[in-house]
């Protein structure tokens, strides 16, 4: 068990259709991580959150967005799904922000969309 | 386009071999390079490499990065079943972007 709660597990919603996945990192990191895998992609950065302020912008699409909140839970909203947003979703934490060190990651969310 | 490129894509040893992993990469303004494990779950960080050279060790794993010539390897000697699992590498830039690699998926046999 990392310390990295990932809520919820799985996800089964519709094209169109808007979700929110959340991610609680361990105690005492201020850095989160939100990532995509997928069969077809692989594993793929999205975005990067250091005490409540975005660090870094990967392959997010516009469609997707995220927030850090005071207590440092993070939400990824991902809004109009399309079939090809199905895949598992992990956040990360780690205690730095701006020189990455190790990184602790969640269990995932699954996300089917149909 | 910055890209990570790992070989090879799998690999099957017997317990006891010893295996070596490659992850070249052409990615700009390079910080770091880090390589992970991942089992049926969510990945687990292995080793973080930002200077050339420095070999770094954890039990039987061993990695080393060349900034010169872009690539990393893995070594893992005296395999166990416990190390079947897809390594990933994983390269950091300053702007804190990761760029991963497609994975090389390892099968130890008993």
Redesign the interface.
């Known amino acids: 068990d990392?310390g990295v709660t990932q809520t919820p597990k799985h996800l089964i919603t519709a094209t169109g259709q808007r979700v929110t996945l959340r991610c609680s990192p361990r105690s005492g990191d201020l850095s989160v991580?939100w990532y995509q895998q997928s069969l077809d992609q692989?594993?793929?950065?999205l975005i990067?959150y250091y005490n409540g302020e975005e660090?870094?912008?990967?392959n997010i699409l516009e469609r997707f967005s995220a927030q850090q909140f005071p207590d440092l839970h993070s939400e990824l909203n991902l809004s109009s799904l399309e079939l090809g947003d199905s895949a598992l979703y992990?956040c990360a934490s780690s205690l730095a922000g701006?020189v990455?060190?190790?990184?602790?990651?969640?269990?995932?969310t699954r996300l089917t969309v149909l | 386009e910055d890209k990570v490129v790992q070989s090879p894509l799998s690999l099957v040893v017997h317990e006891g071999d010893t295996v070596t992993l490659n992850c070249s990469y052409e990615v700009t303004n390079f910080?770091?390079l880090?390589w992970y494990k991942q089992e049926k779950?969510?990945?687990?960080?292995l080793f973080?490499l930002t200077s050339s050279g420095i070999e770094k060790k954890s039990g039987r794993l061993s990695s080393i990065l060349d900034k010169k010539e872009l690539f990393s390897i893995l070594n893992i000697t005296a395999t166990q079943t416990g190390d079947s699992a897809v390594y990933?590498c994983?390269v950091?830039n300053t702007?804190?972007?990761?760029?991963?690699?497609?994975?090389t998926s390892l099968t130890v046999i008993p």
């Open positions: 990392s991580y692989g594993l793929q950065f990067h660090r870094a912008k990967g992990f701006l990455v060190n190790e990184q602790f990651f969640g269990p995932g | 910080r770091s880090l779950k969510a990945p687990t960080f973080m990933l994983a950091l702007g804190n972007q990761f760029y991963f690699g497609t994975g």
